[in-house]
């Protein structure tokens, strides 16, 4: 030490070969019994991705038809379809590439990241050849069915937080 008081030597004294200095050290993971795995799961149910699925294509056809009462144009009709497609398709590719099973959670973490670029990579597409695809493009009605469709995913976080 010098003579105003701040210490010149490291590591210091107190330090232990190893130790970060942590004095809360959290307690070792218990292994749960197959019987304590069956309780949690069944207090904490998974929510299906099928069923959001589902319910992404249920509420985005509602929105096509109430696109087709409100405009009377088939065209917003198609262009509200098609957005709901642009959601729901791209979904349906990530339900099926996660509900595979894996041998560990990095393999898990991995395809989730693959199944999830692969989702996001098929929308673009989508809203890129929208143009080519639907020559007669109504913007507007396709970017509210596919917003109201893209909702429906906090709807179900939200409602399985209950």
């Not at 993971?29 to 309780?39: C, D, Q, R, Y």
């Not at 398709?89 to 509900?99: D, E």
């Not at 990241?113 to 929308?123: N, Q, R, T």
Request: proline share 7%; net charge positive; aromatic share 8%.
């Amino acid at each position: 030490m010098t003579d105003n008081g701040i210490r010149t030597t490291w590591p210091p004294a107190s330090s232990q070969a190893g130790s970060w200095g942590d004095d809360n050290e959290e307690p070792p993971v218990k292994a749960l019994s197959p019987e304590e795995a069956a309780a949690l799961r069944s207090a904490l149910p998974m929510l299906s991705p099928w069923r959001v699925l589902g319910l992404q294509l249920l509420v985005g056809l509602l929105c096509v038809v109430v696109i087709r009462l409100l405009t009377g144009s088939g065209v917003a009709m198609v262009s509200a379809f098609y957005g709901v497609a642009a959601v729901v398709l791209p979904n349906l590719l990530l339900a099926r590439g996660m509900t595979k099973r894996v041998d560990s959670a990095v393999s898990a973490a991995a395809g989730f990241m693959g199944w999830e670029f692969l989702k996001i990579a098929a929308s673009i597409a989508m809203l890129v050849l929208a143009p080519k695809v639907l020559p007669a493009l109504n913007w507007p009605a396709l970017l509210v069915t596919l917003a109201v469709c893209i909702k429906v995913n906090w709807f179900a976080l939200i409602w399985r937080g209950r």
